[in-house]
């Protein structure tokens, strides 16, 4: 099919890749980060901002991640120092695929943390622990888990073994097939839980607020956090998708698959937003609760549907799988990269990456009880009060995720020749003008307007 040469294996087929993609992007950004992200930022008018910045600058960066992975056939650093040396362009472009394995690091170091929190909840779900919560004991359920460093810490633990050990044994694909299955289940999960919170009297009040955007509401932070939050939830600025693009053959078009990856996270996200905050506003709780919004909604939303000792085990053993697959891409690429530059074998070299990220981890366990009041860079008054997790999540998302998607579309738009761009995305004349205009133009202008504005 292919004429030139490829240095490694394809995805057997379409389907394959477009399951590791989603199993990449849907994940805790989706049921756990957005919705306490809208929660702090007032609702509709962060929704679509968000929006706004998935289809404008996450889309054109998700295809141009892809069609340079394809391109350059190789890990993120050698993709981007080959296409660069061969179309004689600065070699400082490689730091593209360098920023990815440190985003990538310091990511997986809180991920794995929360994805902690959601394995404690199945414990919880299956001994009953939801039964006739209420606001105040749903509260105390997570403040309980919260102040409990050693607790937090087994648990953060079992998460970061489950990535390791998948990831040393190379057995992904397995999971990827898994996936097939899972993530269908988990919207249906959603969509019954949308179903469930429909029933209950605060869901009009919810979906208005969701729904229709209040400018007030909005400020410039909350404007930076949901065009950061379109970068984490489509794993984008940190070669992770690049890597998956050089595994795509040349028959896979990558519009119509940017496409589908987007709007199935989208769809999730919007789905975790509408079964939430219906409980949150029938029950009195505070939309701005942060990063246990989900955590003390859904238990108590569990504990008073009919069979919710069931769904709960199954909603929280859905979302550690969809966190699971999240936390392998992202290990992934930094055991990649420890492979390549060290003579250590996969094995060792992720069970040496992942005791880092698990160390680092401890950083953001402490964040939320011993270090609740410890903020590193609280002298300069941006950061006042951030704890560490607070900052690398800053760092990660408001910072190295955008700078390098950025630079991803810039490169793509700017100094790469159009008619290799155009065979790569095998469009028609009028789609891509409009790419182009976009990737050139409008991608670039909004990344660097929304960083300027909230300086
Ligand atoms: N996109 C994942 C999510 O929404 O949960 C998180 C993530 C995975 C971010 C992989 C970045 C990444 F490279
Ligand atoms: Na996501």
Known sequence: MSSKPHTHAQWSSRLAFTLAAVGSSVGLGNIWKFPYMTGESGGGAFVLVYLVCILLIGLPILMSEWLLGRLGQKNPISTMSNISARLKRSPAWVLIGVAGVLGAYLILSFYSVIGGWALAFIADAATGSFESLTADTAGSLFGGLLSNPATLLAWHSAFMLMVILVVAGGVAGGLERAAKILMPLLAVMLIMLVGYAATTDGFGEAAAWLLTPDFSKLDKDGVLAAMGHAFFTLSLGMGIMMAYGSYLSDDVNIGRTAL????????????????????????????????????????????????????????????????????????????????????????????????????????????????????????????????????????????????????????????????????????????????????????????????????
């Not at 100094?415 to 004349?429: A, I, P």
């Open 260 to 455: 589908i990856v987007v709007v199935l996270d989208t769809v999730i996200a919007l789905l975790a937003g509408l079964a939430i905050f219906p409980v949150v506003f029938s029950n009195g709780l505070d939309a701005a609760a942060g990063p246990g919004l989900i955590f003390q909604t859904l238990p108590l939303a569990f504990g008073q549907m009919p069979g919710g000792e069931v769904f709960g085990v199954m909603f929280f053993v859905l979302l550690v799988f969809a966190a699971w697959t999240s936390g392998i891409s992202l290990l992934e690429p930094i055991v990649e990269w420890l492979e390549e530059k060290t003579p250590m074998s996969r094995v060792a070299s992720a069970w040496v990456a992942g005791i880092a990220t698990w160390l680092l981890g401890i950083a953001t366990i402490l964040s939320f009880n011993v270090w609740s009041d410890v903020s590193p860079l609280g002298m300069f008054g941006k950061f006042e009060g951030m704890t560490v997790f607070d900052l690398l999540d800053y760092a990660t998302s408001k910072l190295m995720l955008p700078l390098t998607g950025l630079a991803t579309i810039v490169f793509v738009g700017w100094f790469m020749g159009r008619d290799e761009v155009r065979s790569q995305l095998n469009m028609s004349d009028s789609a891509f003008s409009l790419w182009s205009f976009v990737a050139r133009y409008i991608a670039p202008i909004g990344v660097v307007v929304v960083f300027a504005s909230s300086l």
